[in-house]
């Protein structure tokens, strides 16, 4: 009896790890995609926080400069495309007014 108790703690135990690394990813992905380190997140979010405080912290600082830049600069060579009739498969837009 207790080797199958502590078999299904290992089994537990080994299943929450799992699913708080995997959890710890979504704080990562989130930081990937504002322009900051995915691995210097992950694990501050492993070993640190919480993935849950790392997405409210991602939440509260927002992008990097530089990403912050990169969405202005396609942004605005979308309106300068969208201006000119032409949309990103090279087919015309019609104004209608």
Do not use: H
């Not at 995609?33 to 501050?44: A, K, M, Q, T």
């Not at 498969?89 to 104004?95: F, I, M, P, V």
């Amino acid at each position: 009896m207790d080797g199958l108790f502590l078999f299904l703690m290992f089994i537990l135990v080994a299943a929450v790890l799992a699913f708080w690394i995997y959890f710890c990813t979504i704080p990562a992905k989130i930081t990937e995609d504002r322009g900051r380190s995915y691995w210097e997140w992950f694990f501050l979010s492993v070993l640190l926080i919480s993935p849950l405080l790392g997405i409210i912290l991602l939440a509260d600082l927002g992008d990097m400069e530089e990403r912050r830049e990169d969405k202005i600069i396609q942004d605005e060579e979308l309106r300068m495309r969208v201006r000119n009739g032409n949309n990103t498969d090279g087919e015309s837009y019609r104004r209608t007014y």
